[in-house]
Each structure stands twice: as structure tokens, then as C-alpha cells.
């Protein structure tokens, strides 16, 4: 900020200064002229005089006064532009035309002999236009309306008198003087013009080169904001996953204090029981054995079922060895073929992954047992570069339509979840693969 | 804050208008108009006239009579020498008259800076007017790179002056209207016989009779209308120039001065209409020529030519900063086109009118008749009608001088030709810089 005012600081005394050297050149040509024309009068030389001119310029007094007047609008308007920090573009557009137009009528009246005075303008409207859209036209207007009252230019089409001929009416020491002050006034307009160009490219740049250390900023700020974001979902899911674990082994733990306190109970009830029942086989001694076995068959399925709610099931052993017990207990208790084909011995993953790689299995298992009357069951795990694949195919009868279960959903979730795909076909039996990627960096041994 | 935006604008335009209202009525409420003309006192002719503005005087009072309530204003008393400069003065000042007369020497400058307005709109769109009432060749003396920025107002033919005494004296006739080079040449011989055979003669034929007249009874056109171009290197410019040379040959090669002219010891000579009209009225009728009869007849024609002359006129002008161009117009009419403003200017001033019913009015026919002239308004009529007008570009001021130069050099043996031909090329170099100027 404080660089910024230094330059517009900069810029507006260049610009004092042209306007000052502009509307002193005006106001001293038609000064010049209407003197020059008083004494051309008072030696009574006006013949003489129009027998060299190519136009006069009229009443050269109401010029001077018109001059002098309109410098005196041009330098209020410009106080008011720069000193009241006016920010309507509208208001400052209004008072540039005025000028322009004033300027243009006083260069006419001038006969084109100084139109520094239009630079001056340009200078102010690419400072307070800066941003506008209507630059080229400004531009194109500056160019043409510049070129247009170029003395030199003008002479071409229009008879306009020369300045030099006023000033050859002086004596001869004194054209020298005039001549110097003249041209020098005319090339401090120009000096002061291109000054003020190159300090508003100077003062561009600082702002670019100011905008762009910014967007470095925000750049950084934007990636670290990213990478935060990044951290923050991670520990979001990581809590809900530990909510999910903490309220699964609160499960469990009330299934196994519960209900597999109270089965136990009624297990050891019945056994005494039969005890009383002696050994007689009885139909109540028959009925209790049953009870007493459907009880035991309760309590190892509650056990089991506990030890698949308790997600550290697995974590406790290593999962090859969890799948490979899971497998174990299942192909005993179910009485079927499973073949459980795993080359890698050292099956380390994330504590979600593992879970899910379990689940899977233990579902598509039950899934086969249950609904497809299978035999033979071939458990396939692979690990990839980057991914683990999983196959479970069974010998059972499939089905034409898969009609997704509770079970086959929970597989997709899961698979979800960590990202992965999952794809259920009938094909000879029924066959779930899985892909689940394995997030890099957290692999130990 | 809307609200008080609406009535602040209200405001505003109430002022405003009320302020222009109020300069409007004032403009109204006067009634006065006033019309700024300029002429210089005394003749254009060189001649001196004795009331120069009651001419003027009656137009005005005629055309105030015309248009109530406008006044037409002039500044009295300006000479011929100073008339140029104090309208220079003007014209830097920005205080151009409305309507002014315009001398030779300015007139195609005033016309390059823009300070005469053009006619040829007020020509077409007045319907009372016709430009053809005037004399064309006069006329198109305003006329300038194809605009008319004049109307002209006195015209002034060159005539030849006759010593009518020294003529009857040698029983010789005052030559016919239309009489030729030779039947002048023959005349003047007769008169330059060198009766008393001292070896130069006694009497002179001709005094002051410049080659640009003998040139253009001739049918010579010297410069084009807009002085761009010189047309010296022509036979029948050749022939006129020996024509004058042959004449001034007869004098003996003698200078003749002025003394002679005035004690009658010549013939012939040069004299504007206007120079006829003084001397031969009173005051200077007893004053000048006294002791001989004189008269004037018209310029004898070249063998290709006619018995005209140059014939000079005065024009007035517009000027192109004038705000009330259309009262201005309708004077300017009053000025060149009334035909009883013109008669009063014919009857009055020793010039010539430029229209052609003035000319041949009745009135007119008195005008000569007093004095037994030969010339009558019918002969100036056929002068002016078959005249040549005097150029008006900036440039001839100059050329002719130059022209004249070398001219008054030449004898009638040298090769006149050869001399026109080396003359015409310093004369287009001399355009070319005189163009070159402005």
C-alpha cells in the first residue's frame, strides 16, 4: 500500500507539472499573438503583415481571454480529479471531456500552433482509466484527434496562420529568445508526457509484480489448506471406525456376559438335567440331550458370532492365520471342501482392510453354505502391487439373477469404503471377486 | 436525495433559460441594426472628385428608407493611400465593416485569408437579381478561381485623348470610331513632319500610350483570370509592341514631357474616362488644356482586334465575418444594382456605371451632351461591352512593372520576338514565385 501511494504520488507531480507547462504554452502563444497583433497595429504595419499571413485569428483579445479562462477550468477540473479522491468513473470521465472539448476549441482558435495541451488529457485519462474496457477507444480518439490538430498536418488542408510569423515581427535578438521559449515549452510538454507513461508502467508493474508474490501466497496457503482437509477426513473416518470398533466389542462383550452367561447357565441346567434323568433313554432323557445340544450348538454360535462381532478378532492373530482358522472352524462345522489358496505367508494390512478382507471371506462363505448348497468352496487371496484381489468360488447352484442380500450389500459397502470394486457373477457356482487398494506407507512388517 | 436532484436540475434550467430569455429580448428590443461600410475619400481614378460620398450619402438614405430599423454606418474621410492599411487594421482586429470597397492590391490576399465571403449563393438564390445587368467582362472581375467574391460599382474604360487644335491646325481629321493602328500611325507621322527641318520634330503624335492598351486592342489576353499563367510570347503581341514601338519612333526618340502635353504640342494621348469626365468639367475645364480644344475618342483597333481598352473597375465586397450578411447583400445591391443609384453615380462622378440599362438610359444620353463631344454614352457602352477588365490577381501589380521594364527597352528594329519569348520565361518564373508567396 505505501509503495502504491509513493508512486501515484510521483505520477501526480508529473502531471502538475505538464499541466503546468501546457497551460502556460497556450496561455502564452495567444498572449504572444494578441500583443504581437496590438503592436502590429499601433506601427501601423498591418499590411505588410497580411500580405505575409495565410489566415488570421480573429479577434485575438476575446482568444487570450478564452484561453486563459479555460486554463482556469482545466486546472480546477484536474484539483477536483486529484484532490477530492473522487472514485466515480463517471464524474471523472465528465471532467475529462470537458477538458478535451475545451482544449480542442482552444486549439482551434490557437490555429493548431500548440496541442501539447491534448497530452496532457491523454496522460490523465490512462491514469484514471486504467481499468476501464473502453482503453482502445480512448486510445484510438487520443491518437486521431492528436494527429488532427497537428500543426504541421492541419497546414495541408487548412489555411492557419504560423506562429513564426508573429514572431518574425519582433526584432531580431528577441525572435531568437522567443523561438528558444517556444520550442522548449513544446518539448517539455512531450518530455513530460512520456514521463508520465513510463511512470505508469513503472507503477503497473510494481502492482503485477505485488499480485503476483500474493498469488504465490495463496497458492501455499491453498495447498496446506488442502492437505489439512486431507487430514482432517482421514481422522474423521479413523473415529468413526473406532466409534464403530468400541460399539462392536460393547456388543459382544454384552452377548458373551449376557446372553452366553445366561446359555452357559441353561447348558449346565440341563446337564444336571440329564444327570437326574439317569440313563435310561427315556423321551425326556432324549429331549434333554437335544436341548442340551441345540444349547451347546447356541453357545459356540454365540462365540462365534462374538468373535466375528469383536473386530480385534483378527487383529489378535495374524489374518492369514484368522482366515485360515475361519476357514478351519467353518469347513468342520460345515462339512465342506474349502480350499484356502494364499501364497504370500505375511498378510499385513491396515486394521479396516484386514476387517474387511475377513468379512468377505466369512460372508461369501456363509453365502455359499447357505444359499448355494455348495460342496467345494476355493478362497483365493493375492496380493498385488498396490491392491489386494480376493476370489471366493463355490460349486453350488449359483443363481441366474443376483439378488443382493443383506449380505452381498454389506460386502459392497465394505468394499466401498476402502475404495476397492467388487463383482458377484453365477458362473458354474457363484464367484465374488474383490480388488481392495492397499494404502502404501502404512504396510509393516 | 432523488427529489432534491429533480429540483436542483429545475433550478438550473430555470436560471438558465431566464438568463437566455432576458438576452433575447434585449437582442429584440433593439431596434437599431447597424450595417459597417468602408470606402476611402476622394476617387479611385486618381482624379479629384468634389463631394466623393454623396453618392454614397443617397444610397444610404434609400436603402434605410427600404429596411426600418437599420442604420448603415461608415467611417468618412479615410484617404486612398491610407485605405489599405486601416483595413488591414481591421482585419486584425476582427472589426471587418459589413460591406467595403476593395482596392486591386488586396483583393486576392483578403481572398486567401478567408476574409471575403463568397456570392455566388446569394447570386443564384435572389431572385431579383441578375448578373447578367451588368457588363459581363466587369463583372467577372469578381470572379476569382471560380467564386465571386465582388459586385462591382464604378467602372473606368481608357480612352484616347485628341488634341482637336493641333489636328485642325495640320487640316488633318479626327480619326473615326473605328479607325485602325495604321490609320493612328499615318496621323501621328503627319504630325511629326519636321516642318522647320531643325532635325527633330515640332510637334509630338503621341504621349503616354502603353503597349498593354495597343496590346489589347489588339486582342491580346496577357495573364489568365487567375494570374497563374503568361501568354507573352504572341505574334499579335509582337505586333502591337512594334506598333508602339513605330509610334514612339516618330517622335524622334524623344521623351515627351508632361509640359508639352499640357501646352498642347501633342496629339495623342492616353486618358481614362475619368480624367476626360474632370477636365472637362467645371472647375477644371478653365483650369486645364485651356488653351486648346481637346476630346477623347476611343483606342484605335489592331489589325486582329477591336477600338477597346482595359477597362478598370472598383468593386465592393462582404465581408465573410459579418453577422447580418443578408442586409449586407441586400446593400451591396443597393450599391451595384440599383439602377438609380447607378444613374445618380454615371450623372455625378466621372466614371462609368456597370449596368447596362444605366448605361443606355435616356439620362445617360445628356450626360455628354453639353459639350459637343464626339464621345456619347453609346460609344463607352460599346467600350465597356467589348473591354478587356483589368486583372485583379496580387501578382500583376508587380509583372507588369517588370513586363514594362523590359519592354521600354526594346526598339522597333530589335527582334521583338526573340525579346517575348525570354520574356514570357521570366514571366512564368515570376508567377511561380508570386504563387509561391501565398
Known amino acids: 500500500m505505501n509503495m502504491k501511494s509513493i508512486g501515484s504520488l510521483k505520477i501526480n507531480t508529473i502531471l502538475e507539472l505538464m499541466l503546468t507547462v501546457a497551460v502556460a504554452t497556450m496561455v502564452l502563444t495567444s498572449g504572444f499573438v494578441w500583443i504581437i497583433t496590438e503592436r502590429i497595429i499601433d506601427v501601423h504595419e498591418a499590411k505588410l503583415f497580411l ?122 535578438g528577441l525572435q531568437t529568445v522567443i523561438f528558444f521559449v517556444y520550442n522548449v515549452l513544446n518539448l517539455m510538454t512531450v518530455i513530460c508526457f512520456v514521463l ?147 501364497e504370500d505367508s505375511n498378510l499385513k494390512f491396515d486394521e479396516d482392510e484386514e476387517m474387511a478382507i475377513y468379512r468377505i471371506i466369512q460372508e461369501s462363505l456363509t453365502n455359499a453354505i447357505r444359499h448355494g448348497n455348495a460342496g467345494n468352496i476355493e478362497v483365493a487371496v493375492k496380493k498385488n502391487f498396490g491392491s489386494i484381489g480376493l476370489m471366493i468360488h463355490d460349486d453350488g447352484i449359483g443363481c441366474e439373477k443376483i439378488e443382493a442380500g443383506f449380505g452381498l450389500r454389506h460386502i459392497r459397502e465394505r468394499v466401498n469404503m476402502l475404495k476397492g470394486q467388487v463383482n458377484f457373477r453365477s458362473e458354474n457356482g457363484f464367484i465374488v471377486e474383490a480388488m481392495i487398494p492397499i494404502r502404501w506407507g502404512e504396510e509393516y512388517d | ?119 455566388d449563393r446569394y447570386v443564384s438564390e435572389d431572385s431579383d437579381f441578375d448578373i447578367e445587368k451588368y457588363y459581363e467582362n466587369i463583372a467577372n472581375s469578381g470572379v476569382f478561381s471560380g467564386y465571386r467574391y465582388a459586385l462591382p460599382y464604378e467602372a473606368m474604360p481608357t480612352l484616347m485623348f485628341v488634341n482637336r487644335t493641333l489636328l485642325e491646325n495640320f487640316h488633318l481629321n479626327i480619326p473615326d470610331n473605328n479607325y485602325t493602328f495604321d490609320d493612328f500611325y499615318r496621323l501621328c507621322r503627319m504630325i511629326t513632319l519636321d516642318r522647320d527641318l531643325d532635325g527633330s520634330p515640332d510637334y509630338y503624335g503621341i504621349y503616354k500610350y502603353d503597349w498593354i492598351n495597343a496590346a489589347l486592342s489588339n486582342d491580346v489576353t496577357l495573364f489568365s483570370k487567375d494570374g497563374k499563367k503568361s501568354y507573352f510570347n504572341q505574334e499579335k503581341l509582337a505586333e502591337a509592341i512594334r506598333f508602339v514601338k513605330s509610334l514612339e519612333a516618330l517622335n524622334g526618340n524623344q521623351n515627351v514631357t508632361k509640359e508639352e502635353f499640357d501646352s498642347g504640342k501633342v496629339a495623342f494621348s492616353q486618358m481614362s474616362l475619368a480624367e476626360y469626365r474632370t477636365y472637362k468639367s467645371y472647375p477644371y475645364k478653365i483650369k486645364k488644356y485651356t488653351n486648346f480644344a481637346w476630346d477623347c475618342i476611343p483606342m484605335p483597333a489592331g489589325k486582329s482586334g477591336n477600338n477597346v481598352s482595359m477597362i478598370d473597375s472598383l468593386n465592393i465586397v462582404i465581408s465573410a465575418k459579418s453577422k447580418k450578411k443578408r442586409l449586407a447583400w441586400e446593400f451591396l445591391k443597393t450599391l451595384t444594382y440599383d439602377a438609380e443609384i447607378q444613374q445618380t453615380l454615371y450623372n455625378d462622378m466621372p466614371v462609368a456605371s456597370v449596368l447596362k440599362e444605366v448605361m443606355e438610359s435616356k439620362e445617360s444620353e445628356n450626360v455628354f451632351k453639353e459639350n459637343e463631344d464626339i464621345i456619347d454614352s453609346k460609344l463607352i457602352c460599346h467600350i465597356l461591352e467589348n473591354g478587356s477588365e483589368k486583372p485583379k490577381f496580387s501578382g500583376y501589380e508587380g509583372a507588369i512593372p517588370l513586363a514594362d521594364s523590359k519592354i521600354s527597352k526594346l526598339n522597333k528594329e530589335d527582334d521583338i520576338e526573340n525579346a517575348l519569348r525570354i520574356l514570357q520565361r521570366q514571366m512564368s518564373k515570376y508567377l511561380i514565385q508570386e504563387r509561391g508567396k501565398t
Open chain 1, 196 to 342: 508520465c507513461c513510463i511512470s505508469i508502467i513503472v507503477n503497473k508493474e510494481e502492482i503485477i509484480e505485488k499480485n503476483l508474490e500474493l498469488n504465490k501466497k495463496l497458492e501455499t496457503a491453498n495447498l496446506d489448506l488442502q492437505k489439512a482437509n486431507v487430514e482432517l477426513e482421514k481422522s474423521l473416518t479413523d473415529n468413526a471406525r473406532l466409534a464403530e470398533i468400541r460399539e462392536r466389542n460393547r456388543i459382544a462383550r454384552e452377548i458373551h456376559d449376557t446372553l452366553g452367561h445366561t446359555l452357559t447357565g441353561l447348558a449346565a441346567g440341563i446337564d444336571a438335567c440329564i444327570a437326574l434323568a439317569g440313563d435310561e433313554r427315556t423321551p425326556l432323557r432324549n429331549q434333554l440331550d437335544l436341548l442340551s445340544k441345540v444349547s451347546r450348538n447356541s453357545i459356540k454360535d454365540i462365540r462365534m458370532s462374538v468373535s466375528s462381532l469383536r473386530p480385534d478378532a483378527p487383529d489378535r492373530l495374524n489374518l492369514k492365520s484368522a482366515i485360515e482358522e475361519l476357514v478351519e472352524n467353518t469347513r468342520r462345522v460345515a462339512g465342506v471342501n474349502i480350499i484356502f489358496d494364499c
Open chain 2, 1 to 119: 436525495m432523488k427529489i432534491s436532484k429533480k429540483i436542483r436540475i429545475v433550478c438550473i434550467l430555470t436560471v438558465l433559460l431566464s438568463a437566455l430569455s432576458i438576452v433575447f429580448f434585449y437582442k429584440c428590443g433593439k431596434k437599431e441594426t447597424v450595417i459597417e461600410f468602408a470606402m476611402f475619400n476622394g476617387s479611385n481614378w486618381g482624379v479629384a472628385v468634389q463631394e466623393s460620398y454623396s453618392v454614397i450619402d443617397k444610397a444610404i438614405e434609400k436603402f434605410e428608407s427600404e429596411h426600418k430599423g437599420v442604420r448603415i454606418k461608415y467611417e468618412s474621410g479615410i484617404p486612398k493611400e491610407d485605405y489599405s492599411e486601416w483595413m488591414s487594421e481591421r482585419a486584425l482586429k476582427d472589426k471587418m465593416p459589413d460591406v467595403f470597397m476593395m482596392l486591386d492590391e488586396d483583393f486576392e490576399n483578403y481572398i486567401n485569408l478567408g476574409l471575403i465571403e463568397k456570392l
Open chain 1, 51 to 172: 500580405s505575409g499571413a495565410m489566415n488570421i485569428p480573429g479577434n485575438t483579445l476575446y482568444i487570450f481571454i478564452f484561453t486563459v479562462i479555460s486554463s482556469i477550468c482545466i486546472i480546477v477540473t484536474f484539483s477536483i480529479r486529484s484532490y477530492s479522491n473522487i472514485n466515480d468513473t463517471g464524474i471523472i470521465f465528465l471532467s475529462i471531456m470537458i477538458e478535451f472539448i475545451l482544449e480542442l476549441i482552444c486549439i482551434t482558435l490557437l490555429n493548431f500552433n500548440y496541442n501539447g495541451i491534448l497530452l496532457w488529457t491523454f496522460a490523465n485519462a490512462l491514469i484514471y482509466l486504467k481499468k476501464n474496457k473502453y482503453m482502445p477507444i480512448v486510445i484510438v480518439i487520443a491518437t486521431v484527434s492528436y494527429l488532427c490538430t497537428t500543426h504541421e498536418l492541419v497546414k495541408l488542408f487548412v489555411n492557419i496562420y504560423d506562429i513564426s510569423t508573429y514572431i518574425k515581427v519582433c526584432s531580431v
